[in-house]
């Protein structure tokens, strides 16, 4: 087992491979040549690549400037709703902006973004994980790849998990859990690890998720998970509860459905995958 996932980390090893990708830093080179990277191979796939820097000076800001392709944009530029983000509005621009790119001959959008100065706040930080959940879904099937990138020394580690985990893939340390949408509002995925330690991050990714009953249930795809424990289970039921739905987690791990039925949750059905 690698050192990178005794301590949590999640990641993507491959910048071509990746969806939607969470990076936090403490230092800002390591992260820009990441982002290098991933839009390089974006440009040789024919996308039209957007970078948003953030505050910081990099040497890939300079680089775009010759790609015809690339744009570097401010923080006002791809986010101009305001400091406080409003999801869906957010979720349309970038909409938009992938349907213009595919109009004008690309092959899609890819978008690297320091949103940083967008998550300062616990109000602001909620209404972005929002939108990091729903961007997820456009993701899933529309030709749009991003990494969104926190600075750790400003924001913290909490505030950084909370945002990590609503991403398929994280390179943040500490997050043990991607809680990612699925198809539909009635579908989300969930890998990793959910126990005690990460409770309260688990308990609030499901309040910052859209999820809405189909036929009265909810599908989590819970079938690269580890582990979960009663904690999690009591969570996940008090939410579906709150919500007025059934949750139902498909999984392989036999011991959550043991634990489940000994729980004797209204709310909450598991279904181990054969």
């Known amino acids: 087992m690698s050192d990178d996932h005794c301590r949590g980390v999640r990641h993507v090893s ?96 890819r978008v690297v973004a320091d949103a940083t100065a967008f998550v300062r706040t616990d109000e602001q930080r909620h209404a972005f994980a929002r939108y990091e959940y729903a961007i997820g879904r456009y993701m899933r099937t529309a030709p749009m790849r991003a990494v969104c990138a926190y600075d750790r020394r400003e924001l913290g580690d909490h505030a950084v998990a909370e945002l990590a985990c609503m991403h398929e893939s994280s390179h943040a340390e500490g997050v043990m859990f991607q809680l990612h949408p699925g198809a539909t509002t009635a579908d989300a995925v969930l890998d990793g690890e959910v126990d005690v330690s990460v409770e309260e991050l688990f308990a609030g990714a499901l309040r910052h ?23 999690s289970l009591l969570a996940l039921q008090q939410y579906a509860e709150t919500q007025k739905m059934t949750a139902v987690v498909r999984t392989r791990l036999g011991a959550a459905e043991r634990l489940a039925g000994l729980l004797e949750l209204a709310h909450v059905r598991v279904e181990v995958t054969r």
């Not at 859209?210 to 904690?231: K, M, Q, S, Y």
């Open 14 to 109: 491959r910048a071509a491979a990746a969806g939607h990708v969470c990076w936090s830093y403490d230092d800002y080179q390591p992260f820009d040549a990441y982002a290098r990277d991933f839009l390089r191979a974006g440009l040789e796939a024919g996308e039209q690549v957007w970078y948003v820097p953030g505050r910081h000076s990099t040497e890939t800001a300079d680089w775009l400037a010759a790609q015809a392709a690339a744009s570097v944009l401010s923080s006002d530029q791809a986010y101009p709703g305001g400091l406080i983000v409003d999801p869906a509005a957010q979720v349309a621009a970038y909409t938009a902006a992938t349907e213009d790119a595919l109009a004008a001959g690309f092959t899609g959008l």
């Open 209 to 231: 998720t859209d999820l809405a009953p189909a036929g009265g249930e909810v599908v989590v795809d819970a079938d690269d998970l580890d582990f979960i424990d009663h904690r």
